[in-house]
């Protein structure tokens, strides 16, 4: 079956510091790829998403790029800030008009000042 | 306005009680999930219904069941609560279009259950 795995965390950087959170997938057809961001005491949001090879998702400094070559989907952040300190999710949904996400365990990040 | 809204924010009860939970969408989804979330934060897949039509439900007692009045409403009852039902339960919704591709999901802010 379709899976997604990415880094273990806890992920802790310091203000300005690069970040890259890997994850990888495993899918039988082709899928759309997602980054959630889940901040203390909220629910999950949408960070950025790619629906196609070599496809970019951005938002808000973060960026991820679709590897169909590498079945990969890492985001990265050129300079992260205390703000970013969060639970980040990756996730897939097959394009087969499939109802089902699955994510990845969760990457939390910390950031410090 | 709140996207997608569930109540209550915190529930704590006994084992052997039966409790609700409420959701509601102002999206115009056509498709809403219940999912939950552990202490670990890894997040389970529980039910999805699309246009009020069952359409996902994974392994889950069948001490929970979900109910879909209409499309913009998803409810979750669970029967004879146990300690291990103790979880965050998030509701989310989205558009789907059957055949091609489903979008993105939007998430409720969680439901935080405590089960004594």
């Known amino acids: 079956g379709d899976s997604v795995t990415q880094m273990e965390g806890p992920v802790t950087l310091s203000e300005e510091a690069f970040l890259t959170i890997n994850c990888t997938y495993t899918?039988?057809?082709?899928?759309?790829l997602f980054w959630y961001v889940q901040y203390p005491g909220e629910g999950l949001q949408l960070l950025l998403k790619?629906?196609?090879?070599?496809d970019k998702g951005s938002n808000k400094g973060f960026e991820a790029t679709y590897r169909k070559e590498t079945t990969s989907f890492h985001l990265e952040k050129g300079s992260v800030q205390v703000s970013d300190s969060a639970v980040y999710f990756c996730?897939?949904?097959?394009?087969?008009?499939?109802?089902?996400?699955?994510f990845g365990a969760g990457t939390r990040l910390f950031v410090k000042a | 306005d709140t996207a997608v809204s569930q109540t209550p924010k915190y529930l704590v009860t006994q084992m052997g009680n039966d409790k609700s939970i409420k959701c509601e969408q102002n999206?115009?989804?056509?498709?809403m999930y219940w999912y939950k979330q552990d202490s670990k934060k890894f997040l389970k897949i529980m039910f999805s219904?699309?246009?009020?039509?069952?359409?996902i439900n994974e392994t889950v007692p069948n001490r929970f069941s979900p109910k879909s009045p209409d499309k913009a409403h998803l409810n979750l009852h669970i029967n004879s609560l146990e300690l291990g039902d103790s979880a965050v339960y998030f509701c989310?919704?989205?558009?789907?279009?059957?055949?091609?591709?489903?979008?993105?999901?939007?998430f409720g802010p969680g439901t935080r259950l405590t089960v004594t």
């Open positions: 996730a897939l949904t097959e394009n087969t008009g499939g109802f089902k996400t699955i």
């Open positions: 999206l115009g989804h056509d498709t």
């Open positions: 790619a629906t196609k090879a070599d």
């Open positions: 219904y699309n246009n009020k039509e069952l359409i």
């Open positions: 899918a039988t057809g082709y899928p759309s």
């Open positions: 989310a919704s989205s558009r789907s279009r059957p055949g091609t591709q489903t979008y993105e999901q939007y």
